[in-house]
């Protein structure tokens, strides 16, 4: 096999007319606090987190461009979720249908060396409920963002109506929510917090426990 866009290293038996790789479901409520992908490298406690994609894509392209040198350190923390590859609705079909391709093939390879996967789950229009559910496991707990989608009525309404579409088919006990929750999606969401609010927390904390140990002037 020739070494071309991973297929030597593994090609999964694929669903649906594109052959989206399968990950299975995961229904461990997760525990420990949610870090970006491009700060998994450097965590030095990764034992008691997790790590989401809900960042740039060329923050965890090199996840993808060399899937093996990231093995060990990613299974070193309790889960991660599924890449998220970008499938904007400006995008030609086939740069999403790609983009969902290379998501299922990591998750599934992570899967394939021992990680646990949350499955992320996006959209675009409607026209992408043909595909973009192939691969994904009913019935797990699965992970979304919403960020850059209720800047306008018109991209609320379609990130509500593919968060429906989402629901009725794969039926996820809880949803891994990054990003603003909207009133209509406000069920069974587990919420991450951007990692630079825990970080300015941190901060915050930090300086009222030194403020306390200099005490009065």
């Known amino acids: ?3 071309f866009e991973n297929l030597d290293k593994a090609i999964f038996p694929g669903v649906g007319p594109y052959g989206i790789p399968e990950i299975e479901p995961v229904t461990e409520y997760p ?19 997790n790590v989401h994609c809900f960042v740039d894509d060329y923050q965890f392209i090199r996840y993808w461009n060399n899937p093996d040198t990231y093995i060990p350190k ?3 923390f309790r889960s991660v979720c599924a890449p998220d590859f970008s499938t904007y609705i400006d995008m030609p079909a086939a740069m999403q249908i ?22 992320t789950i996006s959209w675009s229009t409607p026209d992408s409920y043909s595909w973009c559910f192939d691969g994904e496991p ?6 979304v963002s919403s960020v850059g989608t209720q800047n ?39 919420c991450v917090k951007p990692h630079q609010d825990s970080i300015a927390e941190r901060r915050r904390v ?9 005490g009065p002037a």
């Open 98 to 119: 790609y983009n969902h391709y290379r998501k299922h093939w990591l998750a599934a390879y992570w899967q394939f060396h021992g990680m646990t996967v949350y499955p």
């Open 74 to 76: 990613l299974r070193q």
């Open 1 to 3: 096999m020739t070494n």
């Open 206 to 214: 930090k300086r009222e426990e030194e403020g306390q140990a200099v």
């Open 31 to 49: 525990s420990g606090d949610f870090i970006p992908m491009n700060y998994a490298k450097s965590e030095k406690h990764p034992e008691g987190k």
């Open 138 to 143: 009913k019935g797990g707990i699965v992970a």
């Open 152 to 190: 306008s009525t018109e991209s609320k309404r379609l990130f509500l109506r593919g968060y429906e579409e989402m629901i009725k088919r794969l039926s996820p006990p809880w949803v891994i929510f990054y990003g603003k929750v909207p009133e209509e999606c406000d069920w069974n969401i587990i």
